[in-house]
C-alpha cells in the first residue's frame, strides 16, 4: 500500500463521525440449523452472530483490522465454543478442556429484562444454562474489575505527583474500553497515548486470574482450560486477541472467546430454552468459597465507574478530602460531562466522561488545541457507557440502539447495591496469595500493560476483512 493510500485511510477513520446503519440481509438473517437445535447440541453461529464485529470508534473505516487479526476473530464466536464441547463428550482425554465462563456485571442486566426477572435470579438462570451446556465453572467479572479500578487510582496518583516534570503525565485517559484504545493507538498516536492508564482493563485481569491463579488452585495446566467472556460489546473480541495477551510460554490466550450478551440469548432463543426449566444456579467464586456471592456494582452509571473511584480516592490521597457525592455538569450533552473538586473557591480537580465516538473527536480537537483542563478523563466509545455496548443494546432491525431497553438495563443496572473495591477482602487477600503484594514485580506484570502507537502500515490491509461489519 501506497503512502499516499495509508495517509488518506488514517485521514478517512480520523475524521470519521458516522455511525454504521447497513442492515443485515435476510440470507444473514437465517435461523441456526434446526437438527443442532433438536439433538440438544450449542448451534453453530448464524451468519450474522459470527460476522458482526463493530469497532465503535471507527465505524466505517474500511482496514484497520489487519488479515492476522480478522482469521483470530472468526474463531470468537458459538462454533469454537461447540467445538471445544464436542471434543469434551469424545473418549480422547487428552483433548479434554475444563470451560470457564466469566460474565460482565454489565451484561446482566440484558438478560433481566429479557427474561423479567431480577439481575440475581436472571443470573441464575444463565448460569444454570451454561452449566447445562457443559461449563463447569460460570464466574462474574467484579473481582477483577476491583483490581483494574484500583490500580488506576494508584496510577492516576503517582501521574499527578510527577506532573509539573512530565509534560505526559495528565490529562491520564482511561484504559477499560478496546474501541477507544484501537483508535488511540492506530489515528491518535503519539498525542495520547502516553497518556493512557496503564492499568488493565477487567476482561484481561479477569483473563489473567483466570489463567494463571484459578488453574493453579486447580491444579490445571492453562492450556487445559478454555476461558469465555460474555461482554455487552463486540469490541472486546479484538481486545481478547492481542497479542500482549498471549502466553507462549503457556501457549494460552488469556480469554480465549468473547460472546457477546446477543450471541449468548440468540443461542438460547435458537435451542428454544425455556426459562421455566431452567434450573437456579448459583455463580461460583473464583476464591472457592461456599454459598452464592452478592452481585454488586461499582460506582458509575452503566459502566464500571473508573471517574468516580479515582475521584475520591484522589481527594481523599491528594488533599485530604473527603467526596460522599459527586455532581455531574453537563456539558455538549448527557455523554459530556464534568465534576470539579473546589476548596475556598480554587479548583483541585476538573475530571471529565466523555462517550460516544463524535465526543470523542471534540476531545482529541481540544487536545490537539492545548485546550484540555482536565486531569482525567473517562473515555468510552459507546454512548451511554457499557450497558449500551452494540453486543446488546441493538434493537431487532437496522442495528440501532433499542433505547427503550437501554433504558431498562440502566434501571436494572442501578437496582444493584454498590461495593467499594477497596472494602472487598477478597482483594486485598489476591494481592497477598496470589501477587505477592500490591508493589510487586508479579503485581505490575499481571495488573498493567503499555499502549503505543501503531503505524498504519503494520495494521491497514489492502482490502476490508470479508467478516468485519462496519
Not at 99 to 110: E, G, H, I
Not at 136 to 150: E, K, M, P, R, W
Request: net charge negative; charged share 25%.
Amino acid at each position: 500500500m501506497s503512502e499516499e493510500n495509508i495517509r488518506r485511510r488514517k485521514e478517512k477513520c480520523e475524521n470519521c463521525t458516522k455511525q454504521c446503519n447497513k442492515k443485515p440481509s435476510d440470507e444473514d438473517r437465517s435461523s441456526l440449523p434446526e437438527e443442532d437445535v433438536a439433538n440438544g447440541e450449542v448451534p453453530a453461529s448464524s451468519h450474522l452472530l459470527k460476522q458482526q464485529v463493530l469497532l465503535s470508534a471507527c465505524l466505517s473505516c474500511e482496514g484497520c483490522v489487519s488479515e492476522e487479526e480478522s482469521l483470530k476473530i472468526s474463531q470468537q464466536n458459538l462454533e469454537e465454543v461447540a467445538r471445544v464441547l464436542g471434543l469434551n463428550k469424545k473418549c480422547d482425554v487428552s483433548k479434554h478442556q475444563v470451560l470457564v465462563v466469566s460474565v460482565c456485571p454489565q451484561s446482566l442486566p440484558f438478560f433481566a429484562v429479557k427474561y423479567g426477572l431480577d439481575i440475581p435470579e436472571a443470573t441464575r438462570k444463565l448460569c444454570g444454562f451454561l452449566k447445562s451446556l457443559g461449563v463447569q465453572y460460570v464466574f462474574d467479572t467484579t473481582l477483577a474489575a476491583g483490581f483494574s479500578i484500583l490500580e488506576s487510582q494508584r496510577d492516576f496518583v503517582q501521574r499527578y505527583s510527577r506532573r509539573h516534570h512530565d509534560s505526559q503525565a495528565l490529562p491520564m485517559f482511561t484504559s477499560s474500553c478496546p474501541g477507544w484504545i484501537r483508535y488511540a493507538e492506530r489515528v491518535l498516536g503519539s498525542l495520547v497515548t502516553p497518556h493512557i492508564c496503564t492499568a488493565r482493563s477487567p476482561q484481561q485481569i479477569m483473563g489473567c486470574l483466570v489463567k494463571d491463579y484459578f488453574t493453579k488452585q486447580q491444579k490445571l495446566s492453562p492450556d487445559k482450560l478454555y476461558h469465555i467472556m460474555v461482554a455487552p460489546c463486540f469490541d472486546k473480541k479484538l481486545e481478547a486477541v492481542r497479542e500482549e495477551f498471549y502466553n507462549s510460554l503457556l501457549e494460552s490466550r488469556d480469554v480465549d472467546c468473547v460472546l457477546t450478551s446477543g450471541e449468548v440469548f440468540h443461542m438460547m432463543e435458537q435451542m428454544k430454552v425455556s426459562l421455566a426449566d431452567l434450573d437456579s444456579v448459583p455463580l461460583d467464586h473464583v476464591l472457592g468459597e461456599a454459598g452464592d456471592p452478592a452481585l454488586v456494582r461499582h460506582q458509575g452509571r452503566g459502566s464500571e465507574g473508573f471517574l468516580e473511584h479515582i475521584f475520591k480516592y484522589a481527594a481523599s490521597e491528594l488533599f485530604s478530602l473527603d467526596v460522599e457525592e459527586i455532581t455531574y455538569k453537563t456539558l455538549r450533552n448527557r455523554d459530556f460531562q464534568e465534576v470539579c473538586l473546589e476548596r475556598d473557591g480554587e479548583v483541585l480537580l476538573q475530571f471529565a466522561s466523555v462517550y460516544g465516538f463524535r465526543n470523542i473527536q471534540t476531545l482529541v480537537h481540544r487536545m490537539r488545541k492545548g485546550h484540555v483542563p482536565y486531569q482525567l478523563v473517562e473515555v468510552l466509545s459507546c454512548p451511554g457507557g457499557c450497558v449500551s455496548g452494540r453486543g446488546q443494546a441493538q434493537g431487532e432491525t437496522g442495528g440501532r440502539v433499542d433505547k427503550a431497553l437501554v433504558q431498562q438495563m440502566e434501571e436494572a443496572y442501578s437496582s444493584l447495591p454498590v461495593r467499594l473495591p477497596d472494602t472487598n477482602p477478597g482483594l486485598h487477600f489476591l494481592y497477598q496469595d496470589w501477587l505477592e503484594g500490591q508493589d510487586s514485580t508479579h503485581a505490575n506484570t499481571l495488573l498493567h500493560t503499555q499502549y503505543t502507537q501503531q503505524s498504519p502500515s503494520q495494521t491497514l490491509t489492502h482490502t476490508k476483512p470479508p467478516h468485519i461489519q462496519w
